[in-house]
Protein backbone atom coordinates (compact mmCIF):
# COMPACT_ATOMS: atom_id res chain seq x y z
CA UNK A 1 0.00 0.00 0.00
CA UNK A 2 0.87 4.09 -0.18
CA UNK A 3 1.02 4.38 3.70
CA UNK A 4 3.26 6.02 6.24
CA UNK A 5 5.75 3.15 6.30
CA UNK A 6 7.83 2.90 9.70
CA UNK A 7 11.13 0.22 10.99
CA UNK A 8 11.74 -0.77 12.46
CA UNK A 9 8.70 -2.09 14.27
CA UNK A 10 10.34 -2.85 17.27
CA UNK A 11 13.53 -2.26 19.03
CA UNK A 12 15.26 -3.51 22.23
CA UNK A 13 18.10 -1.07 23.69
CA UNK A 14 20.46 -1.37 26.26
CA UNK A 15 20.07 2.17 28.21
CA UNK A 16 22.82 4.49 27.15
CA UNK A 17 22.71 3.04 23.38
CA UNK A 18 21.90 5.18 20.41
CA UNK A 19 19.40 4.22 18.37
CA UNK A 20 17.85 5.80 14.99
CA UNK A 21 14.10 5.19 14.03
CA UNK A 22 12.89 5.86 10.17
CA UNK A 23 9.62 7.21 8.72
CA UNK A 24 9.01 6.73 5.01
CA UNK A 25 6.10 9.24 4.63
CA UNK A 26 3.08 8.89 2.43
CA UNK A 27 4.54 9.93 -0.99
CA UNK A 28 3.93 13.65 -2.26
CA UNK A 29 3.28 14.44 1.57
CA UNK A 30 4.65 17.61 2.09
CA UNK A 31 3.89 17.32 6.09
CA UNK A 32 5.50 14.83 8.54
CA UNK A 33 5.16 14.49 12.16
CA UNK A 34 6.42 12.58 15.22
CA UNK A 35 5.03 11.41 17.97
CA UNK A 36 5.52 9.54 21.16
CA UNK A 37 2.85 7.35 22.81
CA UNK A 38 3.34 6.19 26.47
CA UNK A 39 1.72 3.15 27.67
CA UNK A 40 -2.06 4.11 28.68
CA UNK A 41 -2.11 7.75 27.59
CA UNK A 42 -2.36 9.66 24.11
CA UNK A 43 0.38 10.40 21.18
CA UNK A 44 2.26 13.27 22.31
CA UNK A 45 3.64 15.86 19.66
CA UNK A 46 7.53 16.20 19.53
CA UNK A 47 8.34 17.87 16.31
CA UNK A 48 7.32 18.92 12.11
CA UNK A 49 9.08 18.90 9.23
CA UNK A 50 7.42 21.02 6.25
CA UNK A 51 9.67 19.73 3.65
CA UNK A 52 13.27 19.36 4.86
CA UNK A 53 12.65 22.50 7.41
CA UNK A 54 12.31 21.31 10.98
CA UNK A 55 9.33 24.14 11.85
CA UNK A 56 8.95 23.09 15.27
CA UNK A 57 10.64 20.92 17.81
CA UNK A 58 9.34 22.07 20.84
CA UNK A 59 7.85 18.53 22.23
CA UNK A 60 11.15 17.22 22.06
CA UNK A 61 11.93 15.85 25.66
CA UNK A 62 15.77 16.32 25.75
CA UNK A 63 18.66 17.09 23.51
CA UNK A 64 19.41 13.81 23.59
CA UNK A 65 16.49 13.66 20.89
CA UNK A 66 17.27 15.07 17.28
CA UNK A 67 15.27 14.42 14.12
CA UNK A 68 15.57 15.17 10.47
CA UNK A 69 14.28 15.12 6.76
CA UNK A 70 17.40 16.42 4.82
CA UNK A 71 15.85 15.18 1.48
CA UNK A 72 12.03 16.15 1.96
CA UNK A 73 10.77 12.60 2.36
CA UNK A 74 12.36 10.03 4.36
CA UNK A 75 12.62 10.96 8.28
CA UNK A 76 15.08 9.77 10.89
CA UNK A 77 14.56 10.09 14.27
CA UNK A 78 17.27 9.87 16.32
CA UNK A 79 17.43 8.96 20.57
CA UNK A 80 21.14 9.11 22.22
CA UNK A 81 22.17 7.99 25.33
CA UNK A 82 18.84 6.15 25.58
CA UNK A 83 17.20 6.16 28.77
CA UNK A 84 14.74 3.92 30.37
CA UNK A 85 11.93 6.78 30.61
CA UNK A 86 11.83 6.96 26.66
CA UNK A 87 10.40 3.28 25.90
CA UNK A 88 7.10 4.13 24.16
CA UNK A 89 6.09 3.70 21.07
CA UNK A 90 7.16 6.27 18.13
CA UNK A 91 4.83 7.49 15.90
CA UNK A 92 5.40 9.53 12.52
CA UNK A 93 2.57 10.98 10.60
CA UNK A 94 2.40 12.47 7.03
CA UNK A 95 -0.03 15.16 6.08
CA UNK A 96 -0.76 16.69 2.30
CA UNK A 97 0.00 19.73 1.99
CA UNK A 98 -0.48 23.10 4.38
CA UNK A 99 -3.03 25.86 3.61
CA UNK A 100 -5.42 22.92 3.18
CA UNK A 101 -8.69 23.10 4.87
CA UNK A 102 -8.00 19.36 6.23
CA UNK A 103 -6.03 19.05 9.04
CA UNK A 104 -5.96 15.20 9.18
CA UNK A 105 -2.69 13.36 9.50
CA UNK A 106 -1.91 9.47 8.79
CA UNK A 107 -0.47 7.46 10.83
CA UNK A 108 2.83 4.71 10.27
CA UNK A 109 2.27 1.07 12.60
CA UNK A 110 4.99 2.91 14.89
CA UNK A 111 8.21 2.01 16.70
CA UNK A 112 7.72 0.26 19.77
CA UNK A 113 11.33 1.24 21.70
CA UNK A 114 11.90 -0.50 24.79
CA UNK A 115 15.15 0.52 26.84
CA UNK A 116 16.47 -2.01 29.17
CA UNK B 1 -2.78 20.17 32.28
CA UNK B 2 -4.57 17.94 29.77
CA UNK B 3 -6.03 20.34 27.33
CA UNK B 4 -8.04 17.22 25.53
CA UNK B 5 -9.99 15.33 27.80
CA UNK B 6 -11.64 11.74 27.44
CA UNK B 7 -13.00 10.64 30.94
CA UNK B 8 -14.17 7.50 30.20
CA UNK B 9 -11.23 5.11 30.07
CA UNK B 10 -13.93 2.36 28.43
CA UNK B 11 -17.04 1.74 27.57
CA UNK B 12 -19.22 -1.43 26.83
CA UNK B 13 -21.58 -1.44 23.99
CA UNK B 14 -24.11 -4.60 22.79
CA UNK B 15 -24.10 -4.79 19.01
CA UNK B 16 -26.22 -2.75 17.21
CA UNK B 17 -26.93 -0.29 19.78
CA UNK B 18 -25.22 3.35 20.08
CA UNK B 19 -22.05 4.04 21.16
CA UNK B 20 -21.07 7.91 22.30
CA UNK B 21 -17.62 8.75 23.12
CA UNK B 22 -17.40 11.86 24.43
CA UNK B 23 -14.33 14.15 24.88
CA UNK B 24 -14.03 17.58 26.42
CA UNK B 25 -11.12 20.64 25.53
CA UNK B 26 -9.58 23.09 27.84
CA UNK B 27 -8.19 25.27 24.42
CA UNK B 28 -10.72 27.90 23.33
CA UNK B 29 -7.50 28.05 20.13
CA UNK B 30 -8.59 25.23 18.86
CA UNK B 31 -10.74 25.07 16.18
CA UNK B 32 -10.81 21.88 14.32
CA UNK B 33 -11.45 18.39 15.81
CA UNK B 34 -10.36 14.85 14.89
CA UNK B 35 -11.30 11.43 16.17
CA UNK B 36 -8.84 8.67 15.28
CA UNK B 37 -9.76 4.34 16.28
CA UNK B 38 -6.99 2.36 17.41
CA UNK B 39 -6.15 -1.39 16.85
CA UNK B 40 -3.71 -3.29 19.18
CA UNK B 41 -0.12 -2.93 17.19
CA UNK B 42 -1.10 -0.52 14.80
CA UNK B 43 -0.90 3.26 14.21
CA UNK B 44 -4.08 5.57 14.68
CA UNK B 45 -6.65 5.88 11.86
CA UNK B 46 -8.47 9.11 10.56
CA UNK B 47 -12.26 7.94 11.48
CA UNK B 48 -13.57 11.65 11.16
CA UNK B 49 -13.32 15.42 12.01
CA UNK B 50 -14.75 18.79 12.19
CA UNK B 51 -14.49 22.00 11.87
CA UNK B 52 -15.85 24.80 14.59
CA UNK B 53 -17.60 26.07 12.00
CA UNK B 54 -20.23 23.09 12.09
CA UNK B 55 -21.88 21.36 14.80
CA UNK B 56 -22.37 18.34 13.00
CA UNK B 57 -20.29 16.40 10.24
CA UNK B 58 -21.81 12.15 9.16
CA UNK B 59 -19.92 9.85 7.36
CA UNK B 60 -22.20 6.60 7.21
CA UNK B 61 -22.81 4.99 10.67
CA UNK B 62 -20.54 7.48 12.26
CA UNK B 63 -21.14 11.64 13.62
CA UNK B 64 -19.59 13.71 15.50
CA UNK B 65 -21.28 16.48 17.33
CA UNK B 66 -19.58 20.06 18.06
CA UNK B 67 -21.08 21.90 21.10
CA UNK B 68 -18.48 25.08 20.92
CA UNK B 69 -19.92 26.69 24.05
CA UNK B 70 -19.04 24.12 26.22
CA UNK B 71 -16.09 22.87 25.02
CA UNK B 72 -17.37 19.19 24.32
CA UNK B 73 -17.75 16.89 21.44
CA UNK B 74 -19.10 13.43 20.80
CA UNK B 75 -19.17 10.78 18.54
CA UNK B 76 -21.83 8.78 18.04
CA UNK B 77 -21.73 5.30 16.39
CA UNK B 78 -24.97 3.49 15.07
CA UNK B 79 -25.03 0.96 14.89
CA UNK B 80 -22.22 -0.24 16.50
CA UNK B 81 -20.56 -3.73 15.11
CA UNK B 82 -18.02 -5.87 16.93
CA UNK B 83 -15.21 -4.46 14.32
CA UNK B 84 -15.76 -1.12 15.89
CA UNK B 85 -14.19 -2.23 19.13
CA UNK B 86 -11.04 -0.28 19.41
CA UNK B 87 -9.55 2.40 21.59
CA UNK B 88 -10.56 5.88 20.12
CA UNK B 89 -9.15 8.82 20.08
CA UNK B 90 -9.96 12.50 20.36
CA UNK B 91 -7.62 15.01 19.01
CA UNK B 92 -7.40 18.90 18.29
CA UNK B 93 -5.65 21.28 16.47
CA UNK B 94 -5.43 25.13 16.10
CA UNK B 95 -5.42 27.67 12.90
CA UNK B 96 -3.17 29.81 11.78
CA UNK B 97 0.35 29.21 12.94
CA UNK B 98 -0.09 26.66 15.44
CA UNK B 99 -2.66 24.16 12.88
CA UNK B 100 -0.12 21.74 12.46
CA UNK B 101 -0.03 19.68 15.44
CA UNK B 102 -2.43 17.69 17.50
CA UNK B 103 -3.31 17.56 21.02
CA UNK B 104 -4.69 13.86 21.90
CA UNK B 105 -6.83 12.85 24.62
CA UNK B 106 -5.71 9.53 26.16
CA UNK B 107 -8.52 7.39 24.64
CA UNK B 108 -11.79 5.59 25.14
CA UNK B 109 -11.62 1.44 24.74
CA UNK B 110 -14.40 0.50 23.32
CA UNK B 111 -15.95 -2.87 23.37
CA UNK B 112 -18.94 -3.87 21.18
CA UNK B 113 -20.29 -7.74 22.63
CA UNK B 114 -21.88 -9.91 19.62
Known amino acids: GAGVSQSPRYKVAKRGQDVALRCDPISGHVSLFWYQQALGQGPEFLTY????????KSGLPSDRFFAERPEGSVSTLKIQRTQQEDSAVYLCASRHRTGTASYEQYFGPGTRLTVT | DQQVKQNSPSLSVQEGRISILNCDYT??????FLWYKKYPAEGPTFLIS?????DKNEDGRFTVFLNKSAKHLSLHIVPSQPGDSAVYFCAASGSGGSNYKLTFGKGTLLTVNP
Open chain 2, 27 to 32: NSMFDY
Open chain 2, 50 to 54: ISSIK
Open chain 1, 49 to 56: FQNEAQLD
